[in-house]
């Protein structure tokens, strides 16, 4: 409904920790697919594979741009027809 407000809403939760309040994202795990802290690195993700999430981010906005101009290509697609 109010897609502006979500995004800023999800720029919040991807820069902390869901589980550790106040701890910033700044790995993520592989074995999860989840963006973590770094307690979580040793507690609920010990042992598994873990990014950096400098390494990660570049290929997430690659992957959102890409995402969002196929949704801008395809709309006027369907208007068309
Ligand atoms: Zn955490
Ligand atoms: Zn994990």
Not at 34 to 49: E, N
Not at 58 to 66: A, G, H, I, K
């Amino acid at each position: 409904m109010l897609p502006v407000t979500q995004g800023e809403d999800q720029d919040d939760h991807d820069n902390y920790c869901r589980v550790h309040k106040g701890e910033t994202i700044k790995y993520y795990c592989e074995t999860c697919n989840a963006p973590i802290c770094l307690p979580c690195t040793f507690l609920d993700h010990k042992g598994h594979q873990i990014e950096e999430i400098k390494n990660v981010r570049d290929s997430f906005n690659e992957v959102s741009y890409t995402t969002t101009v196929h949704v801008i290509k395809v709309e006027p697609h369907f208007i068309a027809i």
